[in-house]
């Protein structure tokens, strides 16, 4: 029977989320805001900022649980991103224009406390591709501990991993394209043939490189998914957003073919590199 998580490691897990909350409110107090970059009201504050201790307290659980280093190291990076620059650097000017907020700037500090779900995805990601080599990789330290529903290799086991982190994605995509208007009725994208090839999409997107992980251990798609991700998502909180997740969206397909090419092709590399140390030396 797996033990259950030390009182201790729980605790310092809380212990990170809170700090990470302390340091975001404060640096949200010294910004001079209009409005809250937690929001508006008790609520949004409140779903922010249990977003943020879970942002930060659940890569240190994995870290003191099962030895991973990559979701603390995958949520320092997004930190140093984010609040760095908004801790150093010039705060964003707002000034009023036709009853508008006009701002000079970029926020981010908004851009961390409102996209956690897209920072805590990603580095759980990484993570999840982290194990994965460090338990097939004997040249590398094992985990501390293993975790049984994700070593097997079986079809069903794949296909519930698939499913989980599919359905994360598919959650992820919704909040942030609702972030910027994309669900509004006179919005194209809310069209229900649209929705229709969407959503569907998002969790196939995810999901295939997700299986490909659990059944066959291929590294390689999870860590390009999980990476292009980010960076749609860090393209969608710049002051001036593309159509960046729009097209993510909508050219799924091209997407879930370019994981199953780079999971070939990590294949392909594989069974060469086999080959070739399966050579006998020349003398």
């Given at each position: 029977m797996p033990?259950?998580?030390?009182?201790?490691?729980?605790?310092?897990?809380?212990?990170?989320?809170?700090?990470?909350?302390?340091?975001?409110?404060?640096?949200?107090?010294?910004?001079?805001y209009p409005v809250s970059a937690f929001g508006s009201g008790p609520v949004e504050w409140l779903g922010f900022g249990l977003g943020l201790v879970v942002l930060a307290g659940l890569p240190v659980f994995l870290l003191?649980?099962?030895?991973?280093?990559?979701?603390?190291?995958?949520?320092?990076?997004?930190?140093?991103?984010?609040?760095?620059?908004?801790?150093t650097g010039p705060p964003p000017e707002f000034s009023e224009l036709g009853g508008h907020t006009v701002v000079a700037g970029t926020l981010h500090l908004r851009n961390y406390v409102q996209g956690w779900y897209?920072?805590?995805?990603?580095?759980?990601?990484?993570?999840?591709?982290?194990?994965?080599?460090?338990?097939?990789?004997a040249r590398l330290p094992s985990v501390r501990r293993r975790v049984p529903a994700l070593d097997r290799r079986d079809r069903a086991t794949a296909l519930r991993v698939a499913a989980v982190v599919g359905v994360a994605h598919l959650a992820a995509v919704v909040a942030l394209a609702a972030e910027y208007g994309y669900f509004a009725p006179d919005s194209s994208f809310a069209r229900p043939l649209v929705l229709a090839w969407t959503l569907p999409g998002a969790v196939v997107l995810a999901a295939t490189?997700?299986?490909?992980?659990?059944?066959?251990?291929?590294?390689?798609?999870?860590?390009?998914?999980?990476?292009?991700?980010?960076?749609?998502?860090?393209?969608?909180?710049?002051?001036?957003?593309?159509?960046?997740?729009?097209?993510?969206?909508?050219?799924?397909?091209?997407f879930v073919g370019a994981a199953l090419a780079v999971g070939g092709l990590e294949l392909l590399v594989r069974r060469l590199a086999g080959r070739f140390r399966g050579r006998p030396q020349s003398t």
């Open positions: 033990s259950h998580p030390r009182p201790r490691t729980v605790a310092v897990a809380l212990l990170a989320g809170v700090v990470n909350l302390a340091v975001s409110a404060s640096l949200d107090r010294s910004q001079g003191l649980r099962y030895g991973l280093v990559s979701p603390p190291a995958a949520t320092l990076v997004v930190a140093w991103t984010f609040l760095v620059p908004a801790a897209c920072w805590l995805l990603t580095a759980t990601l990484a993570g999840l591709v982290e194990y994965a080599v460090r338990t097939d990789l490189p997700a299986y490909l992980l659990a059944r066959w251990r291929l590294l390689a798609p999870l860590a390009a998914f999980a990476y292009y991700f980010y960076r749609v998502a860090v393209v969608m909180f710049l002051p001036m957003p593309d159509d960046s997740l729009p097209v993510y969206l909508i050219g799924w397909p091209a």
